[in-house]
């Protein structure tokens, strides 16, 4: 059965490329009929992030990306935490040992660092090559400290095929000695993604392309340790541009940034998708069960993505429209809450008017800001060179219009129309002079009496006699 996992590290927020990587695992076991799988890699203690693994474990569950098994939904592997595995690397570091595959070590940190200073670009074997297993055995019971390192062949040429980069060849001459056991007593990421991925019976390793050239090492552990190497997919890193990777430092990277943004969840997890993979179809929007069984390997691209909010914002707004007017207002409140100048407004109806013009909720503030603007608007709108409109015109109709809307209000549409009929003007010319005596602005989400309705009789006759103490300067 196949079986992938999601190895975060708990550092910090749920990165765009993290978020990538499970759902490509999630998709690739769903379509196989497999499992998925959540691990927690935070044996590097000093980069654990409190919090982080909580907003894992929530950001996975609300995307939908539910896994089989994992530390809070338990399973027959665990536990899945490698903090609280300690114990199992240590048995196979020493099966290592005694194998002649990994050897003590005791250099200091000033010999290292003269090693780096003198133009080392590696690890020199030092203690593989002067400590014998007693001395070193000796000197760990004398209270040492001591790291244990993997015994990479000084020479030849390793290979292994990826299922997306085809055969990868790697000289162990570019490899290091790397740490498998630190001082501390916990494995490194390099010892212990093996040690789990084969306890976990993972069958196929979803991961960034920054462990292509690692991976040698991890089969050279699998072969000493007699595991059966799993599969490997490597995913291209996604860009911010042609130059940059898109990074954790970029702070509008992560899932929370793109959900406090007003961004969906299904639209982010759909953008998200097209960023290294396409269906044979090429369709852009795709719900989660679509992709479940659309998946598979050969749309993976083998060249990097570029991520591009507009596109994402394209996409999130197809998932706006599709939203009814409740789901739409209630994702909007959060945002008209920031809003104090909506106080007092009927926001139900403000949903309405914006619902189809909102391509991310965050916009409701752009959408709306005209409505603090009024007072200082400039007379020159009334200039509309379609509509033959300007303030001279303005200054003519409004006393008129403000008369209408004061008798006429619950009828105004109608008689807005009328009485552009009975005197000789075009309907355009007086909803133009009247939505822009309202608002004050060019472009508004909704027409003249969608406005009027906005603000109400008070406000909308407040504002026309405003207007027209402007155009009458
Ligand atoms: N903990 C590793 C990371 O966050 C996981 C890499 C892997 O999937 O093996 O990069």
Redesign the pocket.
Same mark, same amino acid.
């Given at each position: 059965m196949v079986r992938t996992?999601? #190895?975060?590290?708990p550092?910090g927020f749920l990165h765009v490329g993290?978020l990538r990587?499970a759902l490509y #695992?999630y998709l690739y076991a769903k379509k196989a009929g497999g499992k998925f799988i959540l691990r927690i890699?935070d044996t590097d203690l000093e980069r654990t992030v409190p919090g982080a693994v909580e907003l894992i474990y929530r950001t996975l569950n609300e995307t939908g990306l539910h896994y089989d098994e994992g530390p809070d939904v338990g399973g027959e592997y665990g536990p899945y935490i490698q903090t609280e595995r300690k114990n199992v690397y240590l048995d196979y570091a020493r099966k290592l040992i005694e194998s002649g595959d990994a050897y003590y070590c005791f250099c200091s940190k000033e010999r290292l660092d003269k090693l780096h200073k003198d133009g080392a670009t590696k690890y020199d074997k030092h203690c593989q090559r002067t400590v014998s297993r007693e001395e070193a055995e000796r000197r760990i019971a004398a209270g040492e400290k001591y790291v244990i390192r993997q015994n990479i062949p000084a020479e030849g040429v390793s290979s292994y095929t990826d299922l997306v980069f085809g055969e990868i060849k790697v000289d162990y001459n570019d490899l290091e000695d790397n740490i498998l056991i630190k001082s501390d007593g916990y494995p490194t990421?390099n010892f212990a993604?093996v040690i789990d991925?084969h306890l976990m019976h993972i069958t196929h390793?979803?991961?960034?392309t920054?462990?292509l050239s690692s991976t040698p090492k991890y089969n050279l552990l699998y072969d000493a340790l007699g595991f059966e190497r799993p599969q490997y997919i490597h995913l291209q890193p996604i860009m911010r541009d042609a130059h940059q990777k898109l990074s954790k430092r970029h702070g509008d990277a992560n899932y929370e940034d793109f959900i406090a943004k007003g961004y969906l969840k299904d639209a982010i997890v759909n953008y998200i998708a097209l960023l290294g993979w396409s269906p044979k179809d090429n369709r852009e929007k795709l719900t989660l069960a679509e992709m479940e069984e659309m998946f598979s390997l050969d749309g993976i691209s083998k060249s990097a993505s570029i991520f591009d909010e507009q596109k994402m914002r394209w996409l999130n707004s197809l998932y706006v429209k599709e939203l009814s007017e409740q789901e739409y207002h209630a994702h909007a409140l959060p945002f008209y809450e920031r809003l104090p100048y909506l106080k007092g407004f009927d926001l139900a109806y403000l949903s309405t008017l914006l619902h189809g013009r909102t391509e991310v909720f965050s916009d409701v503030q752009k959408l709306t800001e005209f409505i603090t603007k009024f007072d200082g608007f400039d007379t020159e709108l009334f200039v509309n060179q379609k509509w033959k409109t300007d303030a001279t015109l303005a200054a003519k109709l409004l006393p008129d219009l403000i008369a209408l809307a004061g008798s006429e209000w619950d009828t105004l549409h109608d008689a807005l129309n009328a009485y552009a009929e009975q005197n000789g003007y075009k309907k355009g010319q007086v909803l133009w002079i009247f939505r822009i005596a309202l608002t004050g602005a060019a472009s508004t989400p909704g027409g003249a009496t969608e406005m009027a309705t906005l603000f109400g009789k008070k406000e909308s006759l407040r504002r026309l006699a405003v207007a027209l103490e402007k155009v009458r300067r």
């Amino acid at each position: 059965m196949v079986r992938t996992r999601f #190895a975060p590290s708990p550092t910090g927020f749920l990165h765009v490329g993290g978020l990538r990587t499970a759902l490509y #695992a999630y998709l690739y076991a769903k379509k196989a009929g497999g499992k998925f799988i959540l691990r927690i890699e935070d044996t590097d203690l000093e980069r654990t992030v409190p919090g982080a693994v909580e907003l894992i474990y929530r950001t996975l569950n609300e995307t939908g990306l539910h896994y089989d098994e994992g530390p809070d939904v338990g399973g027959e592997y665990g536990p899945y935490i490698q903090t609280e595995r300690k114990n199992v690397y240590l048995d196979y570091a020493r099966k290592l040992i005694e194998s002649g595959d990994a050897y003590y070590c005791f250099c200091s940190k000033e010999r290292l660092d003269k090693l780096h200073k003198d133009g080392a670009t590696k690890y020199d074997k030092h203690c593989q090559r002067t400590v014998s297993r007693e001395e070193a055995e000796r000197r760990i019971a004398a209270g040492e400290k001591y790291v244990i390192r993997q015994n990479i062949p000084a020479e030849g040429v390793s290979s292994y095929t990826d299922l997306v980069f085809g055969e990868i060849k790697v000289d162990y001459n570019d490899l290091e000695d790397n740490i498998l056991i630190k001082s501390d007593g916990y494995p490194t990421y390099n010892f212990a993604n093996v040690i789990d991925d084969h306890l976990m019976h993972i069958t196929h390793v979803i991961r960034g392309t920054e462990y292509l050239s690692s991976t040698p090492k991890y089969n050279l552990l699998y072969d000493a340790l007699g595991f059966e190497r799993p599969q490997y997919i490597h995913l291209q890193p996604i860009m911010r541009d042609a130059h940059q990777k898109l990074s954790k430092r970029h702070g509008d990277a992560n899932y929370e940034d793109f959900i406090a943004k007003g961004y969906l969840k299904d639209a982010i997890v759909n953008y998200i998708a097209l960023l290294g993979w396409s269906p044979k179809d090429n369709r852009e929007k795709l719900t989660l069960a679509e992709m479940e069984e659309m998946f598979s390997l050969d749309g993976i691209s083998k060249s990097a993505s570029i991520f591009d909010e507009q596109k994402m914002r394209w996409l999130n707004s197809l998932y706006v429209k599709e939203l009814s007017e409740q789901e739409y207002h209630a994702h909007a409140l959060p945002f008209y809450e920031r809003l104090p100048y909506l106080k007092g407004f009927d926001l139900a109806y403000l949903s309405t008017l914006l619902h189809g013009r909102t391509e991310v909720f965050s916009d409701v503030q752009k959408l709306t800001e005209f409505i603090t603007k009024f007072d200082g608007f400039d007379t020159e709108l009334f200039v509309n060179q379609k509509w033959k409109t300007d303030a001279t015109l303005a200054a003519k109709l409004l006393p008129d219009l403000i008369a209408l809307a004061g008798s006429e209000w619950d009828t105004l549409h109608d008689a807005l129309n009328a009485y552009a009929e009975q005197n000789g003007y075009k309907k355009g010319q007086v909803l133009w002079i009247f939505r822009i005596a309202l608002t004050g602005a060019a472009s508004t989400p909704g027409g003249a009496t969608e406005m009027a309705t906005l603000f109400g009789k008070k406000e909308s006759l407040r504002r026309l006699a405003v207007a027209l103490e402007k155009v009458r300067r």
